[in-house]
C-alpha cells in the first residue's frame, strides 16, 4: 500500500503562483506513476495532470497547459504541481493519486487508484 500526503495549497489572487507536493509513504514510488485530480464545489473530480515512472514522460490538461507543471523526485518519494498564472476557476481541492505498481500509462483517469486526502486551493479574482 501506499499512502499520499498533500501540501501546499492556499489562498492566492489571480495570476499567482502556488507549488503543491505530495509525500508518498513506502518503497514503491517509483513505481508508481502519479497525477494530480481536482474538484471544485459541484462539479465532478477532474483528471489535471499525470506522469510517469521515471519522469522523463508527462501529461497536462487542456485546461491547465501552459500554466501547471507536474514533476517528480523518485530520491524525495515526492510529486509537484507547480501552478502559475492562477485564475478563480482554479479553485478546488486537489489530489494527489497513485498509479498500481509497474504500471506503463500515466495520461488517463483510469490509471489511478490510490488518493491522498486533498489539499484547498483558493484564487480570488
Known amino acids: 500500500q501506499v499512502q499520499l500526503v498533500e501540501s501546499g495549497g492556499g489562498l492566492v489572487q489571480a495570476g499567482g503562483s502556488l507549488r503543491l507536493s505530495c509525500a508518498a509513504s513506502?518503497?514503491?514510488?517509483?513505481?508508481?506513476?502519479m497525477g494530480w485530480f481536482r474538484q471544485a464545489p459541484g462539479k465532478e473530480r477532474e483528471f489535471v495532470a499525470g506522469?510517469?515512472?521515471?519522469?522523463?514522460?508527462?501529461y497536462s490538461a487542456d485546461s491547465v497547459k501552459g500554466r501547471f507543471t507536474i514533476s517528480r523526485e523518485n530520491a524525495k518519494n515526492t510529486v509537484y504541481l507547480q501552478m502559475n498564472s492562477l485564475k478563480p476557476e482554479d479553485t478546488a481541492v486537489y489530489f494527489c493519486?497513485?498509479?498500481?505498481?509497474?504500471?506503463?500509462?500515466?495520461?488517463?483517469?483510469?490509471?489511478?487508484?490510490?488518493w491522498g486526502q486533498g489539499t484547498q486551493v483558493t484564487v480570488s479574482s
Open positions: 513506502g518503497r514503491t514510488f517509483s513505481y508508481r506513476a
Open positions: 506522469i510517469s515512472r521515471s519522469g522523463g514522460s508527462a
Open positions: 493519486a497513485a498509479g498500481p505498481m509497474y504500471s506503463d500509462s500515466y495520461n488517463y483517469p483510469s490509471d489511478y487508484n490510490r
